[in-house]
């Protein structure tokens, strides 16, 4: 049973470059979503996507952009990365209409 | 702006004692509050979930306790044992429809002691 896959699971990255954070699920949920997890400031939503081609802004959406060409997957990139944006990425999912999310292992990046 | 806030920030509790986490929310549209569970270099987990229409669920050593009109919840561990250290997090779900993510509190760190 997979669930949630994340990769890569960490990465230490030059400011300036281009990444992509890789999700994908096998639950078949419409929902999924990527937080970032940074010490004494819990997880903060950065974007959402509650159906396949269809996507939103959370909380801290600048730097950050998404994609959702299908229910599967759910690409988190950094055009221009920034050492502010060193933390921890988890991608989760959800049935639509639940509470309750399923997230993967996490991929901690380092921007230096 | 912060809608769920979570306190402790951290708790040490010696084995067989009772763990509790205090969260509130200024939301009133919330509609669905959950608690997870993370272990070091884990993602969190779904531990027990609460809806307001009831004041308490409980599950195992595990038990929410809800307060609709004080906008408050607890998360209460009895019996608490060095394996339940781990950091929780309260969150809330908005209930408007379109409205499905979640918002997280800061989360508690909690050290379980022999």
């Known amino acids: 049973i997979a669930g949630i896959t994340q990769a890569p699971t960490s990465q230490i990255l030059a400011a300036g470059r281009r990444m992509t954070l890789r999700c994908t699920q096998d639950?078949?949920?419409?929902?999924m979503y990527w937080y970032r997890q940074d010490l004494g400031l819990g997880l903060r939503l950065i974007h959402y996507?509650?159906?396949?081609?269809?996507?939103g802004k959370g909380e801290v959406p600048d730097g950050y952009s998404v994609s959702r060409a299908n229910t599967d997957d759910f690409p988190l990139t950094l055009a221009s990365a920034v050492p502010s944006q060193t933390s921890v990425y988890f991608c989760?999912?959800?049935?639509?209409?639940?509470?309750?999310?399923?997230f993967g292992e996490g991929s901690r990046l380092t921007v230096l | 702006q912060q809608q769920v806030k979570q306190s402790p920030q951290s708790l040490i509790v010696q084995k067989g004692g009772i763990s509790i986490i205090n969260c509130a929310y200024e939301?009133?549209?919330?509609?669905?509050f959950p608690w997870y569970q993370q272990f070091p270099g884990k993602g969190p987990a779904l531990l027990i979930a609460?809806?307001?229409?009831?004041s308490e669920k409980k599950e195992g050593r595990f038990t929410i306790s809800f307060n609709k009109s004080a906008k408050q919840f607890s998360l209460h561990i009895m019996d608490s044992q060095p394996g339940d250290s781990a950091t929780y997090f309260c969150?809330?779900?908005?209930?408007?429809?379109?409205?499905?993510?979640?918002?997280f509190g800061k989360g508690t760190k909690l050290s379980v002691i022999p």
């Open positions: 639950m078949r949920h419409n929902a």
């Open positions: 996507s509650n159906t396949a081609g269809t996507t």
């Open positions: 969150a809330a779900r908005g209930a408007r429809a379109g409205s499905y993510q979640l918002t």
């Open positions: 939301n009133t549209a919330f509609d669905y």
């Open positions: 609460i809806r307001p229409d009831v």
């Open positions: 989760a999912s959800s049935a639509m209409t639940t509470g309750e999310l399923f």
